[in-house]
């Protein structure tokens, strides 16, 4: 049972199936609306496909001082860390990697990146496998660095890989990106001992089944990211594929008093061609900080996922004078049908360790 329930409906659809178009809006765009996003990330494989891991946004300017990230398990593979600063004490397997941005415009950035593997099955490595590159990227790179394969733990974690990548995001102002959600604004607060995010993704179909991932990542000072993809969905199209990404952060109220801001954002692509489907994501929540044993819990609601009608190819023409020979302009619009993954529900829910 969930000892705390607070529920927060956070995402609505900002991208539908054609893309391109936000609140029924369409207009140009140009290199100033544009921003890459560089996140480091260590995506989790499970041996049917399903996908978990944690991340961490780089932003421009936070490589200036040279300190490395330290990308790492604790335990298992399901239990990820990013962490900057001091090599941590309790890493299982992972990597050191720091990375220098040589330049950035609209659409390229150029980082130099050193990888070094520091420990394999709760020891160090005296001269683990590493590299150096100097990498030109653009939005929608994912360049993965290095990869530890493991047997699964059997009861606690399914996992048999673990790599080490980097992902290059594309922004544009006022759209939702597939990927990411905002920073939230408000300043973050300092973590005096760890705490560890334990997240379940709660999936329930139409029909009421629910199926759960979990994982664990730890909180760090600047805020923590995370992935999840579940098993294909059944549609009327073919199988879907629905990726849910979020950030928690530790952050500072005008009170002076600590919260937990949550930001999400999801995507849903069509499995066999790999075309977006529907994207969305939400600017957070800020929700008071979780005492020992609660839980919050923050419900999506259901992706809007729109069959094309089968009549003409789901273009009507539209227009004064359509048709009859004379003076008139029509236009096409094209219908949609219903939604393909009706009744589909997640949510996603949160306890807070703390010291561990």
């Known amino acids: 049972m969930w000892t705390t329930m607070l529920m927060a409906v956070l995402l609505m659809p900002q ?29 989790v494989e499970l041996p049917d496909g399903r996908l978990l891991g944690a991340s961490v946004r780089i932003l421009p ?9 330290f990308v790492y398990s604790r335990g298992n593979l399901c239990e990820s860390a990013i962490t900057r600063g001091g090599a941590p004490a309790d890493a299982t397997d992972g990597w050191r990697i720091s990375i220098v941005e040589r330049s950035r415009s609209a659409t390229h950035l150029t980082v ?35 990869q530890i394969t493991r047997p699964a733990t059997p009861g606690a974690c399914a996992a048999t890989q673990k790599t080490l990548e980097l992902r290059v995001a594309l922004r544009v102002e006022g759209m939702s990106s597939p990927t990411s959600v905002a ?13 560890t995010a334990e997240l379940w993704l709660v999936h329930q179909s139409p029909g009421g089944a629910e199926t759960v991932e979990h994982q664990t990542v730890r909180l760090a000072p600047g805020g923590v990211g995370f ?31 600590r919260a937990l801001w949550v930001g999400l954002a999801r995507s849903v692509t069509h499995q066999a061609t790999g075309r977006l489907r529907f994207s969305g994501s939400t600017g957070g ?18 992706p809007a ?34 939604n393909l993954l009706e009744g589909h529900r997640l949510s996603l ?3 807070l360790i703390q010291g561990k």
């Open 15 to 43: 991208q539908g199936a054609q893309g391109g178009v936000v609140g029924g809006l369409s207009r140009s765009i140009g290199p100033r609306d544009m921003t890459l996003e560089l996140t480091l990330a260590a995506p």
């Open 61 to 69: 300017g936070a490589t200036a001082d040279g300190d490395p990230w």
């Open 112 to 146: 130099a990146v050193t990888w070094l593997r520091m420990w394999e099955r709760g020891r160090l490595v005296a001269a683990g496998s590493g590299g150096t590159s100097e990498l030109t990227l653009q939005g929608g790179d994912r360049i993965p660095l290095d």
């Open 183 to 195: 920073i939230g604004a408000e300043p973050p607060a300092p973590l005096d001992d760890p705490v």
């Open 227 to 257: 992935m999840f993809r579940g098993l294909p969905v059944g549609s009327a199209d073919g199988p879907m594929l629905i990726d849910v990404t979020g950030q928690l952060r530790a952050v500072l109220r005008p009170d002076g008093s």
């Open 285 to 302: 929540k800020t929700v008071d900080w979780l005492a020992p044993g609660d839980v919050v819990s923050f419900d999506l609601p259901e």
């Open 305 to 338: 996922v729109f069959a094309r009608q089968a009549a003409a190819g789901g273009l009507v023409m539209r227009g004064t004078g359509a048709g009859r020979g004379g003076g008139g302009v029509a236009t096409a619009t094209r219908q949609r049908g219903p």
């Open 349 to 351: 829910r949160v306890r």
